[in-house]
């Protein structure tokens, strides 16, 4: 077993163990923190399920410990799989492909496609390779909610009812994988870790974004990563003015300050302002962590923009579209929450 940072000896063993004996293991990845159940136990990730209120219809991703593994659990794996995975594994892409006879329908929501995907985190890896089968993992978090990109942040969410927690210190990444379907013509499912450029790159031909298409999830709740704050979006150059009317009608307003603007807020009493990275990835890094600051801080609200969709800032918009999903609904004093 090579060293790993943050892990103690002994501890990735006593993990896959639990796996194995059909307990959860909250584990980090380098992009949030998963929930892992031995795929092949359907029990075992039933209680994925339960733990985290996510309904069933709503599937899992496999974690595999490298891209050899894809033939045991995809009746088929055609070229583009092979090419991404030489290009991406391990990394922050999920590809959906055709589920083998091994998949439980349990793990893919009744599907007949699998999501499977390589973390680049040498604690996952090491879990996985002592596990030796697949793990199936959603976020360490209820669902709906922000991500987890700590440990800490797995034991506020979860506690008690994890059997275990691996601490593989912040998650670099910091929101989740590119998913990519493969059962036809290429379409990113869900923008994340890997950047649309770089998937198209990889290959060869533009690959369409088709988020709303991606499964059809009966009664699927209309937000996810969202924080307790209501999210509201709004034009860069609005979001300094919006949050000052917000705060001036009385709002506890939490603030994510696009770059080139920071100058102008005055650090506001009665606001929590933070300035947004310049860099997407850095961003990326941190958007779970800011939106979790305004809640610790009691924020009611929180006023941010949406980044330019290259590079990061594509899966960034995603998640802050999600976040700010079903609290835009109209609603008890939602008047005040349209532009001035
Ligand atoms: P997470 O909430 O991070 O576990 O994300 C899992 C994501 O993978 C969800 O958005 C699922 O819709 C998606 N997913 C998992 N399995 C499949 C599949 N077979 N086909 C399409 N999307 C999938
Ligand atoms: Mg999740």
Not at 132 to 160: I, Q
Not at 181 to 204: F, K, N, Q, S, Y
Not at 320 to 335: D, F, I, M, P, T
Request: hydrophobic share 40%; net charge negative.
């Amino acid at each position: 077993m090579p060293n790993l940072p943050d892990v103690e000896p002994g501890h990735v063993e006593h993990a896959a163990d639990t796996l194995r004996g059909g307990g959860l293991v909250a584990f980090p990845t380098e992009t949030v923190y998963g929930l892992g159940a031995d795929a092949e136990n359907v029990a075992a990730v039933e209680r994925v399920f339960a733990v985290k209120g996510r309904p069933p219809t709503h599937p899992l991703i496999v974690h595999l410990s490298g891209a050899h593994q894809l033939s045991d659990w995809a009746v088929e794996v055609p070229d583009a799989a092979h090419r991404v995975a030489e290009r991406f594994w391990p990394g922050p892409l999920t590809v959906v492909l055709r589920a083998g006879p091994r998949v439980p329908r349990a793990v893919t929501g009744g599907l007949d496609t699998v999501a499977l995907r390589v973390p680049d985190h040498p604690v996952s890896l090491a879990l996985l390779a002592a596990f030796g089968g697949g793990v199936a993992a959603p976020s360490a978090n209820r669902f709906g909610a922000v991500s987890p990109t700590t440990a800490d942040h797995v034991r506020d969410g979860l506690g008690a009812e994890v059997d275990y927690v691996l601490d593989g210190g912040s998650c670099a990444v910091g929101v989740e994988s590119t998913i990519v379907d493969l059962t036809g013509e290429p379409a990113i499912l869900r923008p994340g870790g890997v950047t649309r450029d770089d998937l198209e790159h990889a290959l060869g031909h533009s690959v369409p974004v088709r988020v709303e298409s991606a499964v059809r999830v009966p009664g699927q709740h209309p937000s996810h990563y969202a924080p307790r704050a209501r999210v509201v979006l709004v034009e860069p150059g609005h979001v300094l003015g919006h949050a000052e009317f917000l705060h001036a009608h009385g709002c506890r307003v939490g603030v994510l300050v696009p770059p080139g603007f920071a100058g102008g807020s005055g650090g506001c009493a009665g606001q929590r302002v933070i300035a947004v990275p310049e860099s997407g990835a850095r961003y990326a890094r941190r958007l779970y962590e800011f939106l979790r600051d305004f809640d610790r801080h009691g924020c009611e609200v929180v006023v941010a923009s949406v980044p330019a969709p290259d590079g990061l800032g594509l899966a960034i918009a995603d998640r802050l579209r999600r976040a700010a999903g079903s609290r835009s609904r109209a609603g008890h004093g939602s008047e005040l929450f349209n532009s001035p």
